[in-house]
């Protein structure tokens, strides 16, 4: 299974607003509403932000929202904030009853 | 609270196997898949295998298949993820994570695995 597409890097001044985008394939992010997002840290385990593509956790700022179009989910983060600057992964469930990882995306808050 | 307690860091020797475990608390051992991720240094996340704790039944990346077992033991509430051949480049992070069969709900703290000779 192939990594979702992600771009390497974004960045924003806090304030700002930032998408992440996450490409795949029919099989895997346009056949399902099953994408997450996942936040971070350096040294830290992941924490998940977005679930079923634009589900917030209890706890996660609504800062945070996620939508998808056919094969590509996107996260947007509103009003940056210092502490948002961390990498950020995507993932969906696929054909093949298996979950797959985008590559990360490292964001810097300016 | 809900928490995934990962067993300690390992350091193998090249063909060797590693068993790592991951114990869940405070919430019903069944209701929620198991999957395992790993993170070598630097890099991304890398979906592993999952199993669903009722019944046992499992589902591995191809690129793992025949390497990884994943196995529980619903008495303890614990969970286990067994490589085996181990290589330098299986030197990572590995996680459990609690979730549903299409999603990652929650992580461990990580097991850091090194393979080195």
């Known amino acids: 299974q192939s990594a979702l597409t992600q771009p390497a890097s974004v960045s924003g001044s806090p304030g700002q607003s930032i998408t992440i985008s996450c490409t795949g394939t029919s099989s895997d992010v346009g056949g399902y509403t099953s994408v997450s997002w996942y936040q971070q840290h350096p040294g830290k385990a992941p924490k998940l932000m977005i679930y079923d593509v634009s589900n917030r956790p209890s706890g996660v700022s609504n800062r945070f929202s996620g939508s998808k179009s056919g094969n590509t989910a996107s996260l947007t983060i509103s009003g940056l904030q210092a502490e948002d600057e961390a990498d950020y992964y995507c993932s969906s469930y696929t054909t093949s009853s298996t979950l797959v990882f985008g590559g990360g995306t490292k964001l810097t808050v300016l | 609270q809900v928490q995934l307690v990962q067993s300690g860091s390992e350091v193998k020797t090249p063909g060797a196997s590693v068993k790592v475990s991951c114990k869940a608390s405070?919430?019903?051992?069944?209701?929620?898949?198991m999957h395992w991720v790993r993170q070598a240094p630097g890099q991304g996340l890398e979906w592993m295998a999952k199993i669903n704790p009722s019944g046992g039944i499992t589902s591995y990346e191809q690129k793992f298949q025949g390497r990884v077992t994943m196995t529980r033991v619903t008495s303890t509430t614990t969970v286990y993820m067994e490589l085996s051949s181990l290589r330098s480049e299986d030197t990572a992070v590995y996680y459990c994570?609690?979730?549903?069969?299409?999603?990652?709900?929650?992580w461990g703290q990580g097991t850091l695995v090194t393979v080195s000779s």
């Open positions: 994570a609690r979730g549903y069969d299409t999603a990652i709900l929650m």
């Open positions: 405070a919430y019903t051992f069944t209701n929620y898949y």
